[in-house]
């Protein structure tokens, strides 16, 4: 996109819709602006960006699964007989 634009009186600069949503980050200088795409991560899953052996693991598992290489999930007869065996809480 390029071209001119103007501010309306209440500050605001359109771009268009196929910048809709996006985060931006913004620079101002004496003569121009700048945008800078950004993309937020919440606090909760930073951790992973910053493990890069964990990052690693999730990075694999999911390489994995887009390949179909998924392991066998549980016996669960085994699992319910086992449950079956435990003595009842008193």
Do not use: C, H
């Amino acid at each position: 996109m390029s071209g001119l634009k103007t501010i309306d009186d209440k500050g605001r600069l359109t771009l268009g819709r196929e910048f809709a949503g996006r985060m931006v980050q913004v620079e101002a200088a004496e003569d121009m602006v700048v945008l800078r795409f950004y993309r937020a991560v919440p606090e909760r899953e930073a951790w992973l960006w910053s493990n890069e052996l964990a990052k690693g693991m999730v990075d694999r598992g999911l390489q994995q699964a887009r390949n179909r290489e998924l392991s066998d999930g549980p016996d669960l007869e085994v699992v319910f007989s086992f449950a079956d065996s435990l003595p009842d809480e008193e």
